[in-house]
């Protein structure tokens, strides 16, 4: 071998080390200062998504929860609701039945009222017509009647008298 291929040789393999030596010292410094940087903005970002995924899983948890309650407010609301309706429908119907036990009260207590008010009218009616009628009768008996007459019905009426005492 000649010195040349020799010096040739020695060149190739120096440059062979030296990229060896490049290339460990690049691994070196990749794990010894890079790797951990990237590993570490790797955990970070990885803490970041599992974090995010805890918190959209719980928001979904939280979300089916409202949901059910918005529903179980929905249906505790309707039964409210009719419970409410059942409830006015029976005040109306005994406030109804109430109304309608007065008023029927009213009535009876009016037609007491009107019976004693008929009856007290009718015996007014009846004095104001005896008492007419005896005026009128008066009046005519003082017309027709004479003395002659009048001495005529005080003997009859004597005279019934003694047959009713005498009998």
């Given at each position: ?87 006015a429908q029976r005040e109306r119907e005994a406030m109804l039945e109430e109304a ?43 017309a027709r009647i004479g003395p002659a007459v009048d001495s005529r019905l005080v ?13």
């Amino acid at each position: 071998m000649s010195e040349e291929r020799l010096y040739l040789e020695i060149s190739i393999w120096s440059q062979v080390a030296s990229s060896v030596l490049f290339l460990g010292a690049l691994v070196f410094i990749w794990n010894k200062w890079i790797m951990p940087v990237v590993l570490a903005a790797q955990a970070n970002s990885n803490a970041q998504i599992a974090q995010s995924e805890r918190h959209r899983d719980e928001a979904k948890e939280a979300l089916v929860t409202l949901r059910e309650e918005i529903d179980t407010a929905q249906r505790d609301a309707l039964l409210i609701g009719q419970r409410a309706e059942v409830h006015a429908q029976r005040e109306r119907e005994a406030m109804l039945e109430e109304a309608t036990e007065a008023g029927e009260r009213s009535l009876r207590d009016a037609g007491g009222e009107l019976e004693r008010a008929l009856a007290a009218a009718r015996l007014r009616l009846r004095d104001e017509l005896l008492e007419r009628a005896l005026q009128i009768a008066r009046h005519d008996a003082v017309a027709r009647i004479g003395p002659a007459v009048d001495s005529r019905l005080v003997e009859r009426f004597v005279g019934s008298l003694e047959k009713s005492a005498g009998g």
